[in-house]
């Protein structure tokens, strides 16, 4: 077996122990980056099932093949040829040792829960805590380096794609431009959708690139990611077309105040709230406050948005090993904004930058 498989392994064994604590003798995956944090398996079709002494994946015949490589040996192959949930039930019926089962309420719709119930109907059904969640919020030195290689290859097509910024550029085609610059720096995939807005539409936080055409004077805010192995990077840079006005210059060195602020509040054992609050004190200190919308940050691995979650009435505490973004803006309807991610790693002595290009307001 190999040292991956055996982390798996350590990872399904410490799901057991939290199992038993809850009063729940098996669990059932249904959640895809939750699955592939357990077994391994990457395909879009699958259940884990994590009973007292075995774990069976269930997928479909598409994915034998797949499977069988990727979970290597974590769990037993069971490839269904009659529905997901029959061969679940098949697993289940006659386990007099499997009375209640956990599964992720969050994540089944209500017509799979009624399913489960019809066709599982010797077990009792109820929540999984969020023991895999919490697991996969504190990343290990193999999932760090697919982070980190992760930023580099969106740092890499950052640097290329803003080489070919030109007045006429529109979003759309900027926008394709990085996405496929990030293919070929070896992304597997969009960890989202690219977001470049430029002009008077960088005010609009979430803003889908446009047929809008650059202009001396605008500025360009371009939110993007890589993934590699599954891991997501995700960062945020905004920069000028031309000179900037002194209302950029003055909103965008105020977003860099927030952001100082708020990595310094980012430590082991420190409150994923005050994160967030150090950002937003910061900014109402420049008046400011009203126009930061958002949380400032979140965590990144297998998903793009995971635990923990930095905004005001986070519950989260930090940890070292916890890979999290830390991304205040501004945003002045009908004029602009400016936002800038970071990818930043929790270390014993406080934290760490992932992403390394700079995030001064550079002007092309
Ligand atoms: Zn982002
Ligand atoms: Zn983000």
New binding site residues.
Partial sequence: MTAAAETRRDRITKLRGELATHGLDAALLTHAPNIRYLSGFSGSSGMLVVLPEEAGLITDFRYEQQAGEEVDGVAEILVARDGLSSMLAERLKDRSQVRKVGFEAGYVSVRDRRELGERCSSVVWDDLPQTVERLRAVKDADELASIDRAVQVAERALEETLATVDEDVTELELATELRHRLALQGSTGEPFETIVASGERTALPHASPSERSFREGDLLLLDFGATIDGYCS?ITRTVVLGTPTPWQREIHARVLEAQEAALAAIRPEGAAADVDRAARASLEAAELGDRFGHSVG?GIGLEVHEGPRLFRKSKDTLEAGNVV?V?PGVYLAGKGGVRV?EDVLVVEAGHRVLTCSSTALREL
Wanted: zero cysteines; glycine letters at 0%; charged letters at 60%.
């Fill in positions: 995700d979140h973004t991304e991610e």
